[in-house]
C-alpha cells in the first residue's frame, strides 16, 4: 500500500464519522414543547412589530397541528404570509397547540390587538404563550 492509498482511506473514514456523529446528533435532538413555544412567540412578536412598523392589520390563524399569519387588505381580504418569520408553521408530530380565543386574532396596527393565550402541549409538557396585544412571553404552564 502507498502512502496516497493510505491518506485516501483515512480520509473516507473520517468523512463517514463526521457523518454518523452529525447524524446521531440530529437524531437526538427532537423538538420540544418548550422551544415551538418559544417559536411562536417570537413569530407572534415579530408580527404584532410588523403590524405596528408597516401600519398593517395581521391576523394571526391557527389549526391543531399547524398556524400561520396573514395580511388582512383594505378589502378585508386575507393574504397569507409566506415570508420566513411569518411563513406558516406545522407543529412537529405529537405536539398540538389550543387557543383560547377563535382565530384568527387581529394583531393592530397601534398596539391595540386583541389578547390571546395559546397552550403547546405533547402529553405531560405544557407550555402557554401569552399575547397581551403588545408583547408575546412563553412560560411553562402551572401543573394543574
Given at each position: 500500500m502507498t502512502l496516497i492509498e493510505m491518506l485516501i482511506v483515512l480520509a473516507i473514514i473520517g468523512v463517514a464519522a463526521g457523518a454518523v456523529t452529525l447524524g446521531i446528533g440530529a437524531a437526538t435532538r427532537k423538538p420540544s414543547v418548550e422551544t415551538e413555544a418559544r417559536r411562536l412567540a417570537s413569530r407572534l412578536q415579530a408580527a404584532a412589530d410588523d403590524a405596528m412598523l408597516g401600519?398593517?392589520?395581521?391576523a394571526f390563524t391557527a389549526e391543531k397541528h399547524a398556524y400561520g399569519f396573514a395580511t388582512i387588505g383594505t378589502d378585508g381580504k386575507?393574504?397569507?404570509?409566506?415570508?420566513?418569520?411569518?411563513?406558516?408553521?406545522?407543529?412537529?408530530?405529537?405536539?398540538t397547540v389550543t387557543l383560547d380565543t377563535r382565530p384568527p386574532v387581529v394583531l393592530g396596527v397601534d398596539g391595540a390587538g386583541r389578547p390571546m393565550s395559546a397552550t403547546i402541549e405533547n402529553g405531560s409538557q405544557r407550555w402557554i404563550v401569552r399575547y397581551d396585544g403588545l408583547t408575546a412571553t412563553a412560560t411553562p404552564a402551572p401543573n394543574a
Amino acid at each position: 500500500m502507498t502512502l496516497i492509498e493510505m491518506l485516501i482511506v483515512l480520509a473516507i473514514i473520517g468523512v463517514a464519522a463526521g457523518a454518523v456523529t452529525l447524524g446521531i446528533g440530529a437524531a437526538t435532538r427532537k423538538p420540544s414543547v418548550e422551544t415551538e413555544a418559544r417559536r411562536l412567540a417570537s413569530r407572534l412578536q415579530a408580527a404584532a412589530d410588523d403590524a405596528m412598523l408597516g401600519d398593517l392589520l395581521i391576523a394571526f390563524t391557527a389549526e391543531k397541528h399547524a398556524y400561520g399569519f396573514a395580511t388582512i387588505g383594505t378589502d378585508g381580504k386575507m393574504t397569507a404570509r409566506s415570508d420566513d418569520a411569518l411563513a406558516p408553521h406545522t407543529l412537529p408530530s405529537g405536539i398540538t397547540v389550543t387557543l383560547d380565543t377563535r382565530p384568527p386574532v387581529v394583531l393592530g396596527v397601534d398596539g391595540a390587538g386583541r389578547p390571546m393565550s395559546a397552550t403547546i402541549e405533547n402529553g405531560s409538557q405544557r407550555w402557554i404563550v401569552r399575547y397581551d396585544g403588545l408583547t408575546a412571553t412563553a412560560t411553562p404552564a402551572p401543573n394543574a
